[in-house]
């Protein structure tokens, strides 16, 4: 069985890093990033990857707007998504649970719990 893809969309490239080598050390999934959502969302429709970590705040589209995107894509709209966000209040947590991402992980986060919150998320076996 080959390794879970997971795709990272992030506009801050050092945590981009942070995750990736997280997420391959310990999760022992491949990981593939992008520093912007028009990235994310040209990487999603080529490598279709099995999940994706999305950045809710980005410039050039953000978070929300490319899930959006994803969902109404028929190539990616079966990938899950979850949401990597500062944004934790009630009123945040309730709406993004209202879209069907398949959780929401609180920046900032102990990368040594990463792959155990995505894996969680997932239903994956961590």
Same mark, same amino acid.
């Given at each position: &069985?080959?390794?879970?893809? $997971? #795709?990272?969309?992030?506009?801050?490239?050092?945590?981009?890093? $942070?995750?990736? =080598?997280?997420?391959?050390?310990?999760?022992?999934?491949?990981?593939?990033? =992008?520093?912007?959502?028009?990235e994310g969302l040209t990487l999603a429709e080529i490598e279709?990857?099995?999940?994706?970590?999305?950045?809710? &705040? &980005?410039?050039?589209?953000?978070?929300?707007?490319?899930? %959006?995107? #994803?969902? %109404?894509? /028929?190539?990616?709209?079966?990938?899950?998504?979850?949401?990597?966000?500062?944004?934790?209040?009630?009123?945040? #947590?309730?709406?993004?649970?209202?879209?069907? +991402?398949?959780? +929401?992980? /609180?920046? /900032?986060?102990?990368?040594?719990k990463l792959s155990h919150l995505v894996a969680e998320a997932l239903g994956w076996?961590?």
């Amino acid at each position: &069985m080959s390794a879970k893809c $997971i #795709l990272v969309i992030d506009d801050e490239k050092n945590l981009c890093t $942070i995750i990736q =080598a997280c997420l391959e050390k310990l999760g022992r999934w491949q990981v593939l990033t =992008a520093h912007s959502g028009s990235e994310g969302l040209t990487l999603a429709e080529i490598e279709h990857p099995d999940a994706i970590l999305l950045d809710v &705040m &980005m410039p050039d589209i953000d978070g929300l707007a490319l899930f %959006s995107k #994803l969902q %109404s894509n /028929p190539s990616t709209q079966n990938i899950p998504v979850i949401l990597l966000t500062a944004k934790v209040q009630t009123v945040d #947590l309730n709406k993004f649970a209202q879209l069907g +991402v398949a959780g +929401v992980i /609180p920046k /900032p986060f102990d990368p040594l719990k990463l792959s155990h919150l995505v894996a969680e998320a997932l239903g994956w076996k961590s």
